[in-house]
């Protein structure tokens, strides 16, 4: 019952609530001190935009800095650059050039005079070609090109509108002044905000080296990925950050200041202007890349090849810029049903004897899980599409047996294959079928690098040095070229027979596709080439562009891997998600670590190989935010960390934050201590159960977020600003995070916390465990949380549905559903839910649902049925309801105009309010009216308190009188 859930999780937080600050003071300070702090631009800083970027942690003479055509001025800030650019450094419009096309125009640029070569070895384009195309009312498209000759470009398909746009919310201006530098300039139509600017100077477009500058007009950025940011907001103190996929860890800047660049690619930002509107900006290049973002507020992108092809997209709310985003490169795949339940994985079970006990140890702790694992140990020598038969013999009887648990099994495969073995017909057939990446050396031999593949009738002796490791014993490993037909249907031939022969798994988990690679290059190191030894190297990790991975000339999709690099693993995606449909004839889930827009039309993403350290927990709610702005919703981190042993206060809080992952897998590596929730026994399993209980309590409502998302490509983790963008309090909110717009999750995230400071919008909110409403909102709060604790916040105006949960989703689905009615002020709410068999493939396009709406309006439920081409077997039904808000409690309530009995309205003491209904037997597939009356006053709201009414008034007053003095 939800009384006992309640009991079991914590206690009564709007008992324990203190104030910190109400929300019209806060708002206000908030915005005073961003107009009056160290952020705001000084005039001699104003537009210095760095044209020796390469030299940032290295000295720099004013000769160096007058060769390149550009302006020495010495910086007061040692994050400023003393190298500048003029206004004499860019294009200039070619006059007469602008012509009509079908949705915009075309101009061209010619090359300022008297510019020395940026780098003499990548030459510059002396005449560069802008096309501006209106693709719709809310979607730009600005490119700039060589015309002139052919140039990469990103492959990735795109869903363009078929029309341009009749009525655009934007106007484009080219900006085209004597002694100038050319730049676009777009203005929102309905504010007079220009959202882009890059008529700043330092435009630069050569072989190798291509720049563009802009201002930008707040500084509320959010995006570019993938990265371990400190804040979701953006800080505009000139940092840099690279974007070239890399085998990296989350983790720290690096001694030099640079911070890592991990696994995946994004070059895609979202702006909140000041005045609470948003949009966002996609570069869609693939080539290494770095983003400077400093006070003006401005961006510098730099990038060494392809073109530069943006789009833009209006909103103007956060939550339409995603969808409006998601629109154009593809929207998120709808996982299976059973993807959503708790996993569970290491690497290091090192047996089937091992992994079977620590599966065996959750279940009698009676830990909800869905999903097991299988890390690259399984295999024998870590080779792909093998079993290791000496410590995993019986594998596939074992997983098979786990169905009737209800449970899954997810198994990984890298994209390398050994080329050392005899009669590996993996490899044998990639070979016959030319499958491999090419030597760009010697373009018809194959690339051979070292990964994880250990060479053959080798004892490695223990504790060997990692140097050793590869050099001694990892195999020659060669790299499929996914971009090529032949590729992708070679895997998934593989992947098939793997299944039939030997496997029989129900998901996969695709891993180290940046590509990683243990050596520098190749076997015998990269050539002298100019695309391993490019002019210029982005700020990011390794010395070189081929550390960690294969040399930069090799053969990779028709072209250079110096282009598709950062594409390698979207590459891997689709053929991936195809293989697994194909050999399932499901669904299926598959988990990639490298991803581009557009990866999430087929797969999830984890956070990577992250530590069991406090601040992760944060930072992966920072990951999660970002991700779903990138169109990848199905999204978490390695709960209780990766790396390093986890300490059980922290496990435990992790347990809790990690319930709420979208994709919530614990996992940790080889040689650390285990951390599944069975493994700690008594408090700490048991309070994993709980709110894993609670997860599984909500999976209808998650499941129809997805189902949301993969429609029309709103978020599923939700930042709380998108739902409250005129509070400026919620645009730097992220300790907190909503599942779509009703539930609010307020994790403890500190070593040795017993509370939570947490911000709550000025709404109605509901206490997920009792139904009380909260007494205090648009104030930030501390709410006493015990071990057992985590806040869970239900929104006034929506109905969420809910299912009795069960220890895996194959049982829960078959459980009764209930509904949390919350009300607003206006007595009002609403909701949905979708509803399939979980599984098969694409059933919203093939009409196989059932979708439900629930409203709330003058002591009316409504339950509708508003579409049914789907009926499960059993028909469900709904047997709780539970109405939080209402004034008073009623004495009087109907369902389906059967009046119930006085004693089946039941209350909660203590809780004014709420009420609820149990043990109905209201079926799933017909309509439903449930009604009670509602007196004159339907609120059940308190009104504002004059005094914060008059306390606001005389801070307001106060401020202007001090500013206008």
Same mark, same amino acid.
């Given at each position: 019952?939800?009384?006992?859930?309640?009991?079991?999780?914590?206690?009564?937080?709007?008992?324990?609530?203190?104030?910190?600050?109400?929300?019209?003071?806060?708002?206000?300070?908030?915005?005073?001190?961003?107009?009056?702090?160290?952020?705001?631009?000084?005039?001699?800083?104003?537009?210095?935009?760095?044209?020796?970027?390469?030299?940032?942690?290295?000295?720099?003479?004013?000769?160096?800095?007058?060769?390149?055509?550009?302006?020495?001025?010495?910086?007061?800030?040692?994050?400023?650059?003393?190298?500048?650019?003029?206004?004499?450094?860019?294009?200039?419009?070619?006059?007469?050039?602008?012509?009509?096309?079908?949705?915009?125009?075309?101009?061209?640029?010619?090359?300022?005079?008297?510019?020395?070569?940026?780098?003499?070895?990548?030459?510059?384009?002396?005449?560069?070609?802008?096309?501006?195309?209106?693709?719709?009312?809310?979607?730009?498209?600005?490119?700039?090109?060589?015309?002139?000759?052919?140039?990469?470009?990103?492959?990735?398909?795109?869903?363009?509108?078929?029309?341009?746009?009749?009525?655009?919310?934007?106007?484009?201006?080219?900006?085209?002044?004597?002694?100038?530098?050319?730049?676009?300039?777009?203005?929102?139509?309905?504010?007079?905000?220009?959202?882009?600017?890059?008529?700043?100077?330092?435009?630069?477009?050569?072989?190798?080296?291509?720049?563009?500058?802009?201002?930008?007009?707040?500084?509320?950025?959010?995006?570019?990925?993938?990265?371990?940011?400190?804040?979701?907001?953006?800080?505009?103190?000139?940092?840099?950050?690279?974007?070239?996929?890399?085998?990296?860890?989350?983790?720290?800047?690096?001694?030099?200041?640079?911070?890592?660049?991990?696994?995946?690619?994004?070059?895609?930002?979202?702006?909140?202007?000041?005045?609470?509107?948003?949009?966002?900006?996609?570069?869609?290049?693939?080539?290494?890349?770095?983003?400077?973002?400093?006070?003006?507020?401005?961006?510098?992108?730099?990038?060494?090849?392809?073109?530069?092809?943006?789009?833009?997209?209006?909103?103007?709310?956060?939550?339409?810029?995603?969808?409006?985003?998601?629109?154009?490169?593809?929207?998120?795949?709808?996982?299976?049903?059973?993807?959503?339940?708790?996993?569970?994985?290491?690497?290091?079970?090192?047996?089937?004897?091992?992994?079977?006990?620590?599966?065996?140890?959750?279940?009698?702790?009676?830990?909800?899980?869905?999903?097991?694992?299988?890390?690259?140990?399984?295999?024998?020598?870590?080779?792909?599409?093998?079993?290791?038969?000496?410590?995993?013999? /019986?594998? !596939?009887? =074992?997983? @098979?047996?786990?169905?009737?648990?209800?449970? %899954?099994?997810?198994?990984?495969? #890298?994209?390398? +294959?050994?080329?050392?073995?005899?009669?590996?017909?993996?490899?044998?057939?990639?070979?016959?079928?030319?499958?491999?990446?090419?030597?760009?050396?010697?373009?018809?031999?194959?690339?051979?690098?070292?990964?994880?593949?250990?060479?053959?009738?080798?004892?490695?002796?223990?504790?060997?040095?990692?140097?050793?490791?590869?050099?001694?014993?990892?195999?020659?490993?060669?790299?499929?070229?996914?971009?090529?037909?032949?590729?992708?249907?070679?895997?998934?031939?593989?992947?098939?027979?793997?299944?039939?022969?030997?496997?029989?798994?129900?998901?996969?988990?695709?891993?180290?596709?940046?590509?990683?690679?243990?050596?520098?290059?190749?076997?015998?190191?990269? /050539?002298? !080439?100019? =695309?391993? @030894?490019?002019?210029?190297?982005?700020?990011? %990790?390794?010395?070189?562009?081929? #550390?960690?991975? +294969?040399?930069?000339?090799?053969?990779?999709?028709?072209?250079?891997?110096?282009?598709?690099?950062?594409?390698?693993?979207?590459?891997?995606?689709?053929?991936?998600?195809?293989?697994?449909?194909?050999?399932?004839?499901?669904?299926?889930?598959?988990?990639?670590?490298?991803?581009?827009?557009?990866?999430?039309?087929?797969?999830?993403?984890?956070?990577?190989?992250?530590?069991?350290?406090?601040?992760?927990?944060?930072?992966?709610?920072?990951?999660?935010?970002?991700?779903?702005?990138?169109?990848?919703?199905?999204?978490?981190?390695?709960?209780?960390?990766?790396?390093?042993?986890?300490?059980?206060?922290?496990?435990?809080?992790?347990?809790?934050?990690?319930?709420?992952?979208?994709?919530?897998?614990?996992?940790?590596?080889?040689?650390?201590?285990?951390?599944?929730?069975?493994?700690?026994?008594?408090?700490?399993?048991?309070?994993?159960?709980?709110?894993?209980?609670?997860?599984?309590?909500?999976?209808?409502?998650?499941?129809?977020?997805?189902?949301?998302?993969?429609?029309?490509?709103?978020?599923?983790?939700?930042?709380?600003?998108?739902?409250?963008?005129?509070?400026?309090?919620?645009?730097?909110?992220?300790?907190?995070?909503?599942?779509?717009?009703?539930?609010?999750?307020?994790?403890?995230?500190?070593?040795?916390?017993?509370?939570?400071?947490?911000?709550?919008?000025?709404?109605?909110?509901?206490?997920?465990?009792?139904?009380?409403?909260?007494?205090?909102?648009?104030?930030?709060?501390?709410?006493?949380?015990?071990?057992?604790?985590?806040?869970?916040?239900?929104?006034?105006?929506?109905?969420?549905?809910?299912?009795?949960?069960?220890?895996?989703?194959?049982?829960?689905?078959?459980?009764?559903?209930?509904?949390?009615?919350?009300?607003?002020?206006?007595?009002?709410?609403?909701?949905?839910?979708?509803?399939?068999?979980?599984?098969?493939?694409?059933?919203?396009?093939?009409?196989?649902?059932?979708?439900?709406?629930?409203?709330?309006?003058?002591?009316?439920?409504?339950?509708?049925?508003?579409?049914?081409?789907?009926?499960?077997?059993?028909?469900?039904?709904?047997?709780?309801?539970?109405?939080?808000?209402?004034?008073?409690?009623?004495?009087?309530?109907?369902?389906?105009?059967?009046?119930?009995?006085?004693?089946?309205?039941?209350?909660?003491?203590?809780?004014?309010?709420?009420?609820?209904?149990?043990?109905?037997?209201?079926?799933?597939?017909?309509?439903?009216?449930?009604?009670?009356?509602?007196?004159?006053?339907?609120?059940?709201?308190?009104?504002?308190?004059?005094?914060?009414?008059?306390?606001?008034?005389?801070?307001?007053?106060?401020?202007?009188?001090?500013?206008?003095?």
């Amino acid at each position: 019952s939800y009384k006992d859930e309640r009991r079991k999780h914590r206690p009564d937080q709007s008992d324990t609530v203190k104030i910190i600050m109400d929300v019209p003071l806060l708002a206000l300070l908030i915005t005073v001190l961003t107009t009056l702090g160290t952020a705001q631009p000084r005039d001699d800083v104003t537009q210095r935009f760095d044209c020796y970027p390469e030299k940032f942690n290295s000295p720099l003479s004013e000769s160096d800095c007058t060769a390149r055509g550009c302006v020495w001025a010495e910086a007061h800030n040692p994050r400023e650059p003393d190298c500048i650019y003029g206004n004499n450094y860019g294009y200039a419009m070619v006059d007469g050039s602008m012509v009509d096309t079908d949705s915009g125009f075309r101009v061209r640029l010619t090359r300022m005079d008297n510019l020395p070569p940026r780098y003499p070895e990548s030459p510059d384009v002396t005449e560069v070609t802008l096309d501006v195309e209106m693709l719709s009312n809310s979607m730009l498209r600005f490119k700039f090109y060589d015309a002139g000759s052919t140039r990469y470009e990103v492959p990735v398909p795109l869903n363009r509108p078929a029309a341009s746009a009749p009525n655009p919310a934007y106007e484009v201006a080219l900006v085209n002044e004597t002694n100038k530098p050319f730049g676009i300039r777009v203005t929102r139509k309905s504010t007079g905000t220009v959202l882009w600017d890059s008529s700043v100077g330092g435009f630069t477009f050569s072989d190798q080296f291509l720049q563009i500058s802009t201002l930008l007009p707040s500084r509320y950025v959010y995006g570019f990925g993938e990265s371990e940011h400190d804040a979701f907001r953006h800080r505009m103190d000139y940092r840099t950050w690279g974007m070239f996929s890399r085998d990296q860890p989350p983790g720290p800047p690096g001694g030099d200041g640079t911070p890592p660049n991990l696994y995946g690619v994004h070059p895609y930002y979202m702006c909140v202007e000041d005045d609470g509107n948003a949009h966002s900006v996609l570069l869609l290049n693939s080539n290494a890349m770095d983003v400077t973002l400093q006070p003006e507020p401005a961006l510098t992108y730099r990038t060494v090849g392809g073109v530069l092809d943006f789009y833009m997209f209006l909103g103007p709310s956060p939550e339409e810029v995603t969808q409006q985003y998601t629109q154009l490169i593809g929207r998120p795949f709808m996982p299976p049903y059973w993807s959503l339940g708790f996993q569970l994985c290491r690497y290091g079970y090192n047996s089937l004897a091992r992994m079977r006990e620590i599966y065996d140890r959750n279940r009698q702790y009676n830990i909800p899980q869905d999903i097991q694992y299988g890390d690259i140990d399984y295999m024998e020598r870590q080779i792909d599409f093998t079993i290791d038969q000496q410590n995993f013999q /019986g594998m !596939n009887d =074992w997983v @098979q047996s786990i169905r009737n648990d209800g449970a %899954y099994y997810i198994t990984i495969l #890298d994209p390398f +294959i050994s080329a050392n073995e005899t009669d590996y017909l993996p490899y044998t057939r990639g070979t016959d079928n030319d499958v491999w990446i090419k030597d760009g050396d010697s373009t018809d031999q194959i690339l051979f690098g070292k990964v994880w593949p250990y060479l053959p009738n080798m004892t490695i002796p223990p504790d060997t040095p990692w140097d050793d490791l590869v050099g001694n014993y990892a195999a020659h490993a060669a790299f499929p070229d996914f971009f090529l037909n032949a590729t992708q249907q070679w895997w998934i031939d593989e992947v098939q027979t793997f299944y039939n022969e030997q496997l029989q798994f129900d998901g996969l988990w695709i891993d180290m596709n940046e590509p990683a690679n243990f050596i520098e290059g190749k076997i015998d190191g990269c /050539g002298n !080439n100019q =695309w391993d @030894q490019a002019p210029y190297k982005p700020r990011f %990790y390794g010395a070189r562009l081929a #550390d960690k991975t +294969i040399c930069m000339n090799s053969r990779n999709g028709g072209t250079e891997h110096y282009n598709t690099h950062s594409l390698y693993g979207w590459s891997h995606s689709g053929p991936s998600q195809r293989a697994m449909r194909q050999v399932t004839g499901n669904r299926s889930v598959v988990i990639s670590r490298s991803t581009y827009p557009g990866s999430g039309q087929y797969v999830g993403h984890w956070l990577g190989d992250n530590s069991s350290k406090w601040p992760h927990l944060y930072m992966s709610i920072i990951g999660m935010l970002e991700f779903n702005l990138f169109g990848i919703p199905y999204i978490g981190a390695d709960i209780c960390g990766f790396f390093d042993d986890a300490t059980p206060e922290m496990c435990q809080r992790w347990m809790q934050l990690g319930a709420f992952y979208p994709f919530s897998r614990n996992h940790n590596g080889k040689g650390h201590r285990d951390q599944d929730p069975a493994a700690w026994g008594g408090q700490i399993a048991a309070a994993s159960r709980s709110v894993l209980l609670t997860r599984y309590r909500l999976l209808p409502y998650l499941y129809t977020l997805f189902h949301q998302a993969h429609t029309t490509g709103s978020t599923v983790v939700r930042p709380v600003m998108h739902e409250f963008i005129e509070d400026r309090v919620t645009w730097t909110v992220d300790r907190q995070f909503l599942w779509g717009p009703a539930l609010l999750i307020s994790p403890v995230l500190d070593e040795g916390a017993l509370d939570v400071t947490a911000y709550v919008p000025k709404t109605r909110w509901y206490d997920y465990y009792t139904g009380k409403e909260l007494p205090e909102t648009g104030r930030t709060v501390i709410w006493d949380c015990d071990m057992n604790c985590i806040p869970l916040h239900l929104r006034g105006g929506y109905v969420i549905p809910t299912q009795e949960p069960a220890n895996t989703t194959v049982f829960s689905r078959r459980n009764s559903l209930g509904l949390l009615v919350a009300l607003d002020t206006d007595g009002t709410a609403g909701g949905s839910l979708f509803w399939d068999d979980g599984d098969s493939i694409d059933t919203y396009e093939n009409d196989r649902y059932r979708m439900l709406t629930f409203t709330v309006d003058k002591g009316v439920l409504s339950i509708k049925v508003d579409h049914d081409t789907y009926s499960p077997i059993p028909e469900l039904h709904f047997a709780t309801i539970k109405v939080m808000g209402s004034k008073g409690v009623p004495t009087d309530v109907t369902v389906d105009g059967t009046k119930m009995a006085a004693a089946d309205i039941k209350t909660t003491e203590g809780v004014e309010n709420m009420w609820y209904l149990e043990d109905l037997t209201l079926t799933m597939n017909l309509d439903h009216t449930i009604s009670w009356p509602v007196p004159s006053d339907t609120s059940g709201a308190a009104t504002p308190k004059s005094m914060d009414v008059l306390l606001f008034t005389l801070i307001t007053a106060a401020l202007l009188l001090m500013f206008k003095q």
